[in-house]
Every structure is written in C-alpha cells, then in structure tokens.
C-alpha cells in the first residue's frame, strides 16, 4: 500500500461545531495524524483552529476559543447546582440573548439593520450582524505564521458572491489569513460578505454545507482515510409539533447532500479502480495502444477509506440549536464528539479485507 493520506473534513453547524472540536480531541489522542483538514463555516474555523496551532496546543486553543463564546451568564452554571433542573429554560434564555446581542468576539447585532431590510448599505453591511470581532479573536487563537507554513493541508470553502461558484482557500496555493476563514463562515442574511482582493464571499454552505467533493477533486492520486464529520442529523424522529417541525427541516436542509454524495462519488472511485483492475490484464501491446491508453488513463490504483461521523441530535435540540453557546451544551456536544471518534477508532473498520475493486468504501457508525 503507498503512503496514506489522512483527511479530516468539517462541515457547517455554528454553534454544533464543538463536536468537530472533540472528534479532533481524541484522534489526536489515539495518535491518529491528520495530513489535511478541510472546513466550511464553522468547519473552516475549526480547521483554522486545528491547522493553525503545534500539536501540543491544539486541543487547549479549541477549548479556549469556544469557552470564549460561551454567554457570561453560563459561566456560573457551576456557582448554582440547585439551577439544574432549570437549565432548559437557562438554555433558551441564552439563545435568546445571543439572537439579540450577538456573541461576544464572534458576531455583534448591526443596529437598525432589521428596520429596512430595502435600504442601500455598503457590502459589508448586507447582513444583520457585524463579524467584525471574529477577526481579533481568529488571531488570538491562530497562529497564521504556523497555518501557512506548517505540516497541515488546510482548505475552506467559500462561495464567490460576483458569479455563485464554490471557491477554496488552501494553504498549499495561498497564504491565508483570518479573512478568508471569516469567508467562509459568512453565511446570509445574518453575516455580510468578507471582501478579500476585490472579491466578496459568502459562507461556503450556501454551494454544499459538506466539503467532501473537494477532496475528492482534488486528484490526490493516493491512499487516503478520511474522516468525515457531519452536525445534521438526517434520521430523526417525524416531528409532534411545529417546532419540532422547524427544526427537523433545518436538519434535513443542510444535510442531505452528504449521504447522496458519498454514494455517488463511491460509484465513480469503483468504477476507476475497476478499469485499472481490468487494465492490468491488457497485454503490453495493448497498453500502448493510443486509443485504450486514454481509457486506461481514467483508472485509479487507490483506495479511499470515509469514516462518517454525524452527530446524533440531542433531546432537547431546537430550531435556534446552532446559535447556542452555552457552556453546558458545548461541553455535552464536546463530550459526544469525544466518544464518537472513540468508538470509531476502537473498531478500525477500515483495515478488514476490502474486494480488489474497490475504489470507496463508506465506514458508518453503528447505532447505540
């Protein structure tokens, strides 16, 4: 087998990317490099996060930048154990607030920006809250000198506002600075675009909230174990109320692309490998032969192994679930992400015998 390629992609979610944070946590813990991490949105920030710090201090930087986000009043949860079983309501509290004021060094309300939604406003002013902050903390908790020239592969997704294409950001061909991961977060109508060289952007969840294809484009031309972190549930139960409604259709939305993209891109990866495979039994006249050489040409000799993750939706999850920042939602998201990869890696799917022909093969989690 030549070198593997390890990969780990994160997809969008706001609020919900705490267990991307903990997925990382424990294969940097069961020493499971990664060569290249590709993000989007929140997955873009985290990528920054991940590829933008030494390994020593990666996990401590992820817990720093997302204890930053959480709302004072959820800092002293611990101070107040008899609250407990008013944490829902202490939970949608926060939510509320965080629509109302913003996140402190994420995002901050643009005032009298709902008043006329008509008005002409500069392009950095065509969204409800300003991102400003988001630069300052970026940089506090990113080392860029690091991100673009250390070890990692970084990517982020974005989509160019001027014509509607999927753009990416890589260290390997730019040098990437906090913009272009707030780029890739600026998701509409919340968040204005970020201009970066004339350019404006949007968050890259508005082309396909899953950056796998990127990936698989790419033309690595190795084997590759790629860990692929989904926040949307698509299987949850049918909803009992219109709330619920909301919510499952907000799930639906932003993750039904991954499944009917994994499935298709295994066709193709099959299909490649199994010309090689045929290939191989051409004779060497054959293979010389200028008309087979271009059919030849559009095989493959590796294997790509993706290990799905997806968050399971939580009980009391809401429409709102990924604004929530509150400490304890964080740390239970965290601690899923956690024991998710952990059963991942304890099972190693990925090393059983796999059929000659097999270009893709799809690792899902078992059920609980």
Partial sequence: MSHQNTVLILQGGGALGAYQAGVYQHLLEGHTAVDWVIGTSIGAINSALIAGNPPETRVAQLRAFWDSLAPEA???????????PWMNMVNTMNTIGTLMNGVEGFFKPRFGAAWDINARVPLGQVGFYDTSPLKTTLEKYVDFDYLNKGPMRLSVCAVDLDNGQGVVFDNRKEIIRAEHIMASGALPPGFPPIEIDGHAYWDGGVYSNSPLENFLDDGVK?????????????????????????????????????????????????????IRTLSDHLSLAERKNKQLQALINLGCDHTINVVHLIMKAMPDDHYFKDVDFSTATVQSRWANGVHDCKRALKHKAWLQPLPPHAGLIIHELPQE
Avoid: G
């Avoid at 959820?74 to 407990?84: K, L, N, Q």
């Avoid at 109320?241 to 499952?248: G, T």
């Fill in 222 to 274: 190795q084997d590759a174990l790629c860990f692929m972190v989904d926040l949307w549930d698509p299987t949850e139960a049918r909803p009992a109320s219109i709330a619920e409604a909301m919510a499952r259709y907000k799930n639906i939305q932003y993750a039904s692309r991954s499944h009917e993209q994994l499935l298709m891109h295994q066709k193709i990866q099959d299909m490649q490998k199994a």
């Fill in 74 to 84: 959820t800092h002293r949860e611990s101070f107040f154990p008899s609250m407990a």
